[in-house]
């Protein structure tokens, strides 16, 4: 079974980010569940939203509380809270930013990978430039980072749940696909050795 968790802001779509991924995800072959957990329901709000899959049926019915991969819509949630807490070691972070987090400490021991969602959002004309629309952007960088689920089932989905703008969405997960960037492994920081005096 794989988990994942996605962090965003409310007006973002995270939510309706885990459906269309969990809706991918099954016209793959697998079985899906996606399920959002509200905290303040307002705009610009923290909202945590889950997707879980498997080739087997799935029984569970908890909330994600040790994910495999962690989703980060929104970059400033970094500074407020801990988006790496549960995740299991090696899992992937998925941050949308125009360049990696200064600060690596919090991800090491975990993948690292980011795209510009924000950019892409406002390139394809999704949400304004206070607010861009970056969920089907953050869909298509998740599929390159995993290899899964296929960009033809995202793309399907996409057309069939948002049909007045699927082109425009469509293009958005293309080119995150295209341009999100993989970190990889981020190693702990080398301890400094010895400080040995030097003759005076």
Do not use: C
């Not at 019915?61 to 991969?69: A, F, I, Q, S």
């Not at 299991?88 to 990978?113: C, D, Q």
């Not at 998740?142 to 960009?151: G, Y």
């Amino acid at each position: 079974m794989l988990e994942i968790r996605f962090h965003g802001r409310g007006g973002q779509g995270t939510v309706v980010a885990t459906i269309l991924l969990a809706k991918a995800f099954f016209r793959a072959g697998y079985q899906v569940q996606s399920f959002p957990f509200f905290g303040v329901e307002r705009r610009g709000a923290p909202v945590e939203a889950y997707v879980r899959l498997d080739k087997e049926k799935i029984l569970l019915r908890t909330n994600v509380n040790y994910p495999d991969h962690v989703v980060v819509q929104d970059q400033t949630l970094l500074h407020s809270i801990s988006v790496t807490r549960g995740l299991k070691p090696g899992g992937w972070v998925l941050i949308n930013g125009s360049a990696a987090p200064i600060e690596r400490k919090p991800f090491e021991g975990y993948r690292l990978a980011f795209a510009d969602a924000n950019r892409i959002a406002l390139r394809n004309q999704l949400g304004t430039r206070t607010h861009p629309i970056v969920n089907t952007a953050m869909m298509g960088a998740f599929a390159r980072m995993m290899d899964m689920p296929p960009l033809d089932a995202i793309r399907a989905v996409i057309e069939e749940e948002i049909p007045d703008t699927h082109k425009q969405n469509i293009a958005a997960a293309e080119d995150a696909y295209r341009e999100v960037q993989l970190l990889g492994l981020i190693e702990p920081a080398s301890a400094p050795g010895p400080v040995t005096a030097g003759n005076s």
